[in-house]
Every structure is written in C-alpha cells, then in structure tokens.
C-alpha cells in the first residue's frame, strides 16, 4: 500500500464526523469511500474535495507510505 488515509479516518473522529457524513457533505460515491477503506488510490479530485470539506491540507488526511521491496516480502515468508 502506497497511501495511508489513516490520518483522514482520525480527523473524521476528532470531527465527530462519519463516513457517510463525509460522503454526503464531500459528494463522493460509495464506491470512492469503499476504496479508501481499503487503502486503494483515489483521484486528486477526490481528495480536493475532502480537503476543502473539511477545510484541511492533503498532508492532513494522506501520508505516503513505500511499499516494500518483493525481495523483502519474499524474505518474510
């Protein structure tokens, strides 16, 4: 996984806020939602319209997280 939406998951917590309040507000699809859940990439769009829904910076509800090397994994397992 490449980017983390841990931090947006917190900031919807320290907002009192739910998903689906965040998918009504922002004007996101469920599908959009489901992905990030799952730690999937989304559009800039999306995350633009996230930020300016929860008047925050994309640095507040993304992190970049490098995904391992497959030699590594390999060596893992």
């Not at 300016?52 to 490098?66: F, R």
């Amino acid at each position: 996984m490449a980017l983390s939406y841990n931090k947006l998951w917190k900031k919807l917590i320290d907002c009192n806020m739910t998903k689906t309040q965040l998918r009504q507000a922002a004007g996101l699809c469920t599908v959009t939602l489901a992905r990030m859940s799952k730690g999937e990439s989304v559009g800039a769009n999306v995350l633009e319209r996230i930020c300016a829904t929860m008047k925050c910076d994309i640095g507040d509800i993304v992190s970049y997280v490098p995904e391992e090397p497959a030699e590594q994994r390999k060596e893992r397992a």
